[in-house]
């Protein structure tokens, strides 16, 4: 029953909707990372504003990496469900936002 | 039907812990493998759920930093500051939910049991709506004194 399910044909494209949600939220985490990059930009002489972004930037370079590593998991049949992916997704998003704070903060 | 799925929900209420909710966080496949692996394309779905919970997030993160750089001063001292904190904050808080969420509906889908309800969405709703009140009140107070 298993391996008939395994075969079955993915008429509503789950794998590939799956993959471009992952895009879709990297591209999100690029305007996050853009935004904290800015107040570096327009005081160039403050160091710690380009500590923050540059870490931000790390970030979402990992973010990437993950979306990655993902899309790869999905194009086997059936797709790999995901496991560490998630948690660790939402964990550099909390990230961004300590990041962000000590941006306002900075 | 397997033992542990019939057994699933009482285990649930009875062994939950903060470390156990951890576990289920990081391999909720793994540990404990509970119930049955449910059809992939719902997995998936839950999965996208999960981002576009964290694209809120993210989104939320974006207006508090937009807030702190964008906002011309307002008439209360530090609203600005506040108001991007506030929103940084809730941007975590959402992210984290989204972990937890994910995790309980995957367990929920291993135990065909009901997928878990939130009052969550509801509670954000009310605060995005607030929030924007408060932002309308005060850039109608500094239009007043102009």
Sequence with gaps: ???????????????????????RTALSAAAVA?????????????????????????????????????ARGLTSI????????????????????????????? | MTKSACCGPAFWTSA????????????????????????YRFSLANERTFLAWI????????GGLACAQFLPPLPITFLREGLAIALLLLGSVVALRAVDHWARTERAMRLGEELPGSK???????VVALGALLLIITVLINAAKE
């Design chain 2, 120 to 126: 969550f969405p509801a509670i954000l709703a009310m």
């Design chain 1, 1 to 23: 029953m298993d391996d008939a399910a395994a075969r079955t044909a993915d008429h509503g494209a789950a794998a590939e909707r799956t993959r471009l949600a992952w895009r």
């Design chain 1, 34 to 70: 853009l935004l904290a990059l800015r107040p570096a930009i327009t005081h160039p002489a403050h160091a710690g504003r380009w500590i923050a972004a540059a870490l931000i930037f790390l970030g979402w370079a990992v973010m990437v990496a993950i979306a990655y590593r993902r």
């Design chain 2, 16 to 39: 939950v812990n903060n470390q156990q909710v951890l576990r289920e966080w990081f391999d909720p496949e793994k540990t404990p493998t509970v119930g049955r692996t449910p059809d």
């Design chain 2, 55 to 62: 694209r809120t997030g993210l989104a939320l993160i974006a």
């Design chain 1, 78 to 106: 059936p797709p790999r469900p995901a496991r560490r992916t998630v948690p660790a997704f939402a964990l550099l998003a909390l990230a961004f936002a300590l990041l962000g704070g000590l941006v306002i903060a900075l």
